[in-house]
């Protein structure tokens, strides 16, 4: 089985223009989880998607968002990007609702914020 | 609070040393899940373990091994004969609680870069 695929895995922007990440879960799964991992923060929650509807939310500004669509596959956006944005943005996806089952994480996406 | 603590920053070993990671959690939660996650160079978070609150028992997985211990809220993993491609930052994650019930967003530890050397 493949794994979780997230795309695109390299990405540079700058201050206040906005981005999107791509992310497909493992064939099957439902739940799509996004964390956000920096060198001062370390791995935050950012939000998690079943069924396309968001489930949890973390602690972030409304700049970011997310959705999910029918085949699972998930999206995230960031607007009005700010430096402090810059930061490995992994995805991860489970069977059922994360909180019922084991997350599996892609390579992420880096994104560089200037 | 629930909190996930993973006090050594940073271990060195030489290859085929035995080498314990240090977890230990916080939570008020009676029902919960622990995890260990490995993640390279690459990026990309590698699932290792998880763990109920339930279930105490020790675990072994070829050179891997977790010991979970609700008393001292502890779950420790320790690499046995370790070797260079074990070379990485592991993460200790509790999953976190609520009332209703367990919500399955990961509360990460800063996690730990073992360096294996030949």
């Known amino acids: 089985k493949a794994g979780v695929t997230q795309t695109p895995r390299y990405l540079i922007k700058t201050r206040g223009q906005q981005v999107t990440l791509s992310c497909s879960p493992i064939s099957g799964h439902r739940s799509v989880s996004w964390y956000q991992q920096t060198p001062g923060q370390g791995l935050q929650f950012l939000f998690e998607y079943f069924s396309e509807t968001q489930r949890n939310k973390g602690n972030f500004p409304g700049r970011f968002s997310g959705r999910q669509f029918s085949n699972s596959r998930s999206e995230m956006n960031v607007s009005t990007l700010e430096l402090g944005d810059s930061a490995l943005y992994l995805c991860?996806?489970?069977?059922?609702?994360?909180?019922?089952?084991?997350?599996?994480f892609g390579p992420g996406t880096r994104l560089l914020v200037l | 609070a629930q909190k996930v603590t993973q006090a050594q920053t940073e271990i060195s070993v030489v290859e085929k040393e035995d080498v314990t990671l240090d977890c230990v959690y916080e939570?008020?939660?009676?029902?919960?899940?622990l995890f260990w996650y490995k993640q390279p160079p690459s990026g990309e978070l590698v699932f290792l373990i998880r763990?109920?609150?339930?279930?105490?028992q020790n675990e072994i997985s070829g050179r891997y091994s977790w010991n979970f211990q609700k008393s001292t809220s502890s779950f420790n993993f320790t690499i046995t004969a370790s070797q260079v491609v074990d070379s990485a930052v592991y993460f200790c994650?509790?999953?976190?609680?609520?009332?209703?019930?367990?919500?399955?967003?990961?509360?990460f530890g800063q996690g730990t870069t073992l360096q294996v050397k030949p």
């Open positions: 763990r109920n609150s339930f279930d105490e």
């Open positions: 939570t008020r939660d009676t029902t919960y899940y």
């Open positions: 994650a509790l999953s976190e609680g609520s009332i209703s019930g367990n919500t399955g967003k990961l509360i």
């Open positions: 991860a996806s489970s069977s059922l609702l994360a909180a019922q089952e084991t997350q599996y």
